[in-house]
Nanobody, 121 residues
């Protein structure tokens, strides 16, 4: 069974930086879009950034110019470099990916367990 495991969250001061990682494991034939989403208390889950297998990226308006998404296809891993962090970036960050386990299998979209990012002085 395919799993996504995030790491790299923590507590950081405003203006600081963090890098999140998300590794996919299990039976994997192909991974298409990989992405990061976040959910703050009392708010709906929102898009942070996505990247497809060709390296094309998309960002939520609130993080443009501050966050950078990248991926290592050989390692089935997606990264999120977060700079100039603000208190409003505080949330649980989730990884998501479109994964096909073998040729012809349906695409699956598993979620990671989430990693907490807290921006506070």
């Amino acid at each position: 069974q395919v799993q996504l495991v995030e790491s790299g969250g923590g507590l950081v001061q405003p203006g600081g930086s963090l890098t999140l990682s998300c590794a996919a494991s299990g039976m994997i034939f192909r991974i298409d879009v990989m992405g990061w989403y976040r959910q703050a208390p009392g708010k709906p889950r929102e898009l942070v950034a996505t990247i497809n297998s060709d390296g094309n990226t998309d960002y939520g308006d609130s993080v443009k110019g501050r966050f950078t998404i990248s991926r290592d296809n050989a390692k089935n891993t997606v990264y999120l470099q977060m700079n100039s962090l603000k208190p409003e970036d505080t949330a649980v960050y989730y990884c998501n990916a479109n994964i096909r386990e073998w040729l012809g299998s349906p695409w699956r979209k598993p979620w990671g367990q989430g990693t907490q990012v807290t921006v506070a002085s």
